[in-house]
C-alpha cells in the first residue's frame, strides 16, 4: 500500500505553538526566572528539552484519564494523523 505525504494542518501547527509556549512558561516558573531578562542564555529556548517535557506531561495526564490535544502524525503503514482513540477526545477540528 502507498503512503501517502501528510502535512500538520494551520490548526495542527497552532495548537503545537500553544503547547510548547505553555511548557516553556512552565519552565520558567520553576526556575523562577519569569521575571528576568537574558531568557535566551538563562533558559534558552531548546526544542528537545522543552519536547521531552512536553511528553512526559502528555504521558502523565493521559495516564490520569485526562484528554489531552496533542496533535502528531503517526509515521506507521498508513501514514495518518492523530486520533480521537489516541487523544481521548470527543472531537476534533484541526485536522478535518
Not at 33 to 42: A, Q, W
Not at 51 to 59: A, H
Not at 68 to 79: G, Q
Amino acid at each position: 500500500m502507498e503512503q501517502k505525504e501528510l502535512e500538520f494542518t494551520k490548526e495542527m501547527l497552532e495548537r503545537n505553538d500553544v503547547l510548547d509556549n505553555a511548557v516553556y512558561k512552565m519552565c520558567l516558573t520553576f526556575l523562577q526566572l519569569e521575571d528576568n531578562e537574558n531568557l535566551d542564555v538563562k533558559f534558552p529556548w531548546d526544542i528537545s528539552v522543552l519536547g521531552e517535557i512536553r511528553d512526559l506531561t502528555v504521558k502523565l495526564l493521559r495516564g490520569k484519564g485526562y484528554p489531552v490535544c496533542d496533535p502528531c502524525i503517526v509515521c506507521d503503514e498508513l501514514n495518518r494523523y492523530c486520533n480521537l482513540e489516541e487523544c481521548y477526545m470527543h472531537s476534533c477540528n484541526l485536522h478535518l
